[in-house]
Every structure is written in structure tokens, then in C-alpha cells.
């Protein structure tokens, strides 16, 4: 499977909103499950949400509230709607995206700068 590309991230204010976008251009087999995860400096990736096939949604406690992630239409992209951004949201935002065939594979990833 090819590598999920991540799009949308940038700098916003505290209190503002960033729509990051993730899709696979290719894809042999179904895809079973998408997500964002982040990564601040100097901390662990930590899970911010993920979507099963069938539409289930799970969201980190942090974002529950100001984060909605969601399928597109083509069901191959997935979207990030991050609003009321906290500068604690700062980090690098990572796409995850899970096959049929139990592949996983990570995208390269975007920046998320929120200023206070």
C-alpha cells in the first residue's frame, strides 16, 4: 500500500480552527480503520482519534468536544476538524491507516503550531 499524505496543518491562534486532510492514493485492499495521532517535542505520539469502517468514532479525552474526525465520501480520505485550538495542540499530526490485509502504514506527517 502506498503512503497515506497528510494536508492542512499551519498556525492558528488559540481559540481557532485547522481542518487537516489524510488520503491514500492507492489502495488494493479495504481499508479497516483510519486516524490522527500527534507528536509534541520531547513527548511520546499519543492517539488523537480514529474511525472504524464502520463509521465508529474514538477520541482522545484531551480533544473530546473540540476535534471531529470523519470518513470522505470515497471513503479512502480522512478528515480532521480541530476547533478551539489550545496551544497545547501544537505538535506534528500523523496519519495512520489500516488495510484488510493488516498493513498499517504512517504518513509523513504536518505541523501544528498553535500561538496563545
Known amino acids: 500500500q502506498v503512503q497515506p499524505v497528510e494536508s492542512g496543518g499551519g498556525l492558528a491562534q488559540s481559540g481557532g480552527s485547522l481542518r487537516l486532510s489524510c488520503a491514500a492514493s492507492e489502495s488494493f485492499f479495504s481499508i479497516t480503520a483510519m486516524g490522527w495521532y500527534r507528536q509534541a517535542p520531547g513527548k511520546q505520539r499519543e492517539l488523537v482519534a480514529t474511525?472504524?469502517?464502520?463509521?465508529?468514532?474514538n477520541y482522545a479525552d484531551s480533544v473530546k468536544g473540540r476535534f471531529t474526525i470523519s470518513r470522505g465520501n470515497g471513503r479512502d480520505a480522512v478528515y480532521l476538524l480541530m476547533n478551539n485550538l489550545e496551544p497545547e495542540d501544537t505538535a506534528i499530526y500523523y496519519c495512520?491507516?489500516?488495510?484488510?490485509?493488516?498493513?498499517?502504514?504512517w504518513g509523513q506527517g504536518t505541523q501544528v503550531t498553535v500561538s496563545s
Open positions: 474511525i472504524s469502517s464502520g463509521g465508529r468514532t
Open positions: 495512520d491507516i489500516t488495510w484488510a490485509n493488516g498493513e498499517s502504514r
